[in-house]
């Protein structure tokens, strides 16, 4: 979190200004950012929901919460936070439903048995203040997504790739230049 930190630091002692920020979902960022409104991209939210039950979830609890977590982008905060509460009330017991372990150590020791269902709730569930972010403040025109932002990283991989085996510094020379001349 310390690095984000310093990197705002530079940012704005170099004058600019941060109104909103669209985050991809890593730890610490919506801390770094708590002074002004914080969206996390929906598109990076239903990827980590997928990391967590694949495409095709194996329970009906998995496709359900898949199933959802597809509608995102399509939902307002309300309607999206009441369908989220009826899925886990409906799937509680399943969510919560724990192995017990007697034969490893000798010791009992448990662990959530459907841990990536959870996973995935509980990601859900976690990030949902910062979900619909872009509707409270329509007069920021904050997009849901970091789409804009990721095609030009794809862009300037793509010129980077044009100079592979860079040294480091050398590297930090070329990305410095490309984004002086986008700006």
């Known amino acids: 979190m310390a690095h984000y930190r310093y990197g705002r630091q530079i940012l704005e002692s170099q004058g600019w200004t941060f109104v909103a920020v669209v985050v991809d979902g890593r730890r610490g960022l919506t801390a770094v950012f708590q002074d002004i409104p914080v969206q996390i991209c929906q598109f990076h939210q239903i990827k980590q929901v997928t990391k967590y039950l694949t495409r095709r979830p194996e329970t009906d609890a998995?496709?359900?919460?898949r199933s959802l977590s597809l509608t995102l982008t399509t939902m307002n905060e309300a309607t999206f936070t009441y369908a989220l509460d009826t899925w886990y009330a409906t799937w509680e017991s399943f969510v919560e439903e724990k192995t017990i372990n007697t034969f490893?150590?000798?010791?009992?020791?448990?662990y959530y048995t459907h841990k990536n269902v959870r996973s995935a709730y509980r990601s859900l569930k976690t990030n949902l203040p910062y979900l619909f972010t872009y509707q409270k403040y329509p007069e920021l025109a904050i997009p849901n997504t970091t789409n804009a932002?990721?095609?030009?990283?794809?862009?300037?991989?793509?010129?980077?790739?044009?100079?592979?085996?860079?040294?480091?510094?050398?590297r930090f020379k070329v990305i410095s230049e490309i984004l002086k001349g986008a700006c």
């Not at 998995?62 to 919460?65: H, M, P, T, V």
């Not at 490893?104 to 448990?110: A, H, I, Y």
């Not at 300037?156 to 085996?165: P, R």
């Open 62 to 65: 998995g496709k359900e919460l």
């Open 104 to 110: 490893v150590t000798g010791k009992t020791k448990w």
């Open 149 to 170: 932002l990721d095609g030009s990283f794809s862009n300037l991989k793509k010129k980077l790739a044009v100079h592979h085996g860079l040294r480091r510094d050398r």
